[in-house]
């Protein structure tokens, strides 16, 4: 059974219209992150969550925004989308972000592609 | 700011023959180096980790060795298998703020042909 559910695995969207993104991780772990990966910027950090609380951003727009419900989601809402936002979304979880000077190992999901037009 | 530099684009290897991918980096602390690697249509996984006790990491016939007089974490195989062609990431830990940020380079991607 898949432990990082990413859904929808596809999503055309037009241009200006608003998506969300859902990611659920069944690890049991306490932080998760989005990475996006396109052409002109192979792996890209986005955010990352600890206990639900945001830890940090660095997407230069606000026209992205996670959000978490519970514990083991983080979805990421994304409005007045634009074409270069076409990008395949990765959510990722570790059991903490960072404990005792060690970086916890990230897990990744099967990713959301993403086609806005 | 921290970064992660890959210089090979591109891989290409005939079967049995040693893999070695370039990566260097730059941090102002001293982070955790990281190899990922992504087969097509599918999720980034760990392929290794830096130790703190600088012990090789090594797992299916990889293995790399942080050299911090270098700033190198070179992925090396002694012998190239058709099932080892994918996409390879090298990121680091950013430890400035603690965050769980990996900072990722550009990819190598590697190409073993029969």
């Known amino acids: ?117 | 700011g921290d970064s992660v530099t890959q210089t090979e684009g591109l891989v290409t290897l005939t079967e049995g023959l040693p893999v070695m991918l370039n990566c260097t980096y730059q941090s102002t602390y001293s982070p955790f180096l990281f190899w990922y690697v992504q087969h097509l249509n599918e999720a980034p996984k760990l392929l290794l980790k830096s130790f703190t006790d600088n012990k090789r990491p090594e797992h299916q016939g990889f293995h790399a060795t942080l050299h911090k007089s270098s700033s190198s974490f070179h992925l090396q195989k002694s012998s190239a298998q058709l099932s080892d062609s994918a996409l390879y990431y090298c990121a680091l830990s950013d430890e400035t703020g603690n965050t769980g940020k990996l900072i990722f380079g550009l990819g190598t991607t590697l190409q073993v042909q029969p």
Request: charged share 20%.
């Open chain 1, 1 to 117: 059974d898949p432990k990082i559910i990413q859904k929808p695995k596809y999503l055309v969207a037009v241009t200006g219209s608003e998506k969300i993104l859902i990611c659920e991780q069944y690890l049991g772990h306490n932080a998760m992150y989005w990475y996006r990966q396109s052409a002109k910027k192979p792996l890209e950090f986005m955010f990352s969550y600890s206990y639900q609380k945001l830890m940090d951003n660095q997407t230069a727009s606000s026209r992205f925004q996670p959000q978490s419900s519970k514990k083991n989601h983080l979805d990421l809402q994304i409005t007045a989308l634009k074409p270069d936002d076409s990008a395949t979304y990765f959510c990722a979880s570790s059991q903490e972000s960072f404990f005792r000077g060690q970086q916890d190992t990230q897990y990744f999901g099967p990713g959301t592609r993403l086609l806005v037009l």
